[in-house]
Nanobody
């Protein structure tokens, strides 16, 4: 059974950092593109960052470029999202998702497997 489990969310002050983890079970990430998406209250879910399995190519939304970094540990089938210099507008539920493709566009449609989400709140 394909399963993704996010962890690492929490409450942090503006300017702080968090590292989110997405652990895969029931499948190996070797042939999957993994994405992080987020949804703030009253807003649509949006792509944050994606990483392909073919060459490790990454994508970042303009709003997080230079602050967030996505990485993957093939041995542990885990993908990370390091979030630095967090801002109140980063507050959202963060989801990781997987699509069985070595490369995919970083938009919601191709991603068929989703985690349950982890809350990130940036507030003083």
């Amino acid at each position: 059974q394909v399963q993704l489990v996010e962890s690492g969310g929490g409450l942090v002050q503006p300017g702080g950092s968090l590292r989110l983890s997405c652990a895969a079970s029931g499948f190996t990430l070797d042939y999957y593109t993994i994405g992080w998406f987020r949804q703030a209250p009253g807003k649509e879910r949006e792509a944050v960052s994606c990483i392909s399995s073919s060459d490790g190519r990454t994508y970042y939304a303009d709003s997080v470029k230079g602050r967030f970094a996505i990485s993957r540990n093939y041995a542990q089938d885990t993908v990370y999202l390091q979030m630095n210099n967090l801002k109140p507008e980063d507050t959202a539920v963060y989801y990781c998702a997987a699509v069985e493709a070595v490369q995919a566009m970083c938009v919601m449609d191709p991603f068929g497997s989703w985690g349950q989400g982890t809350q990130v709140t940036v507030s003083s």
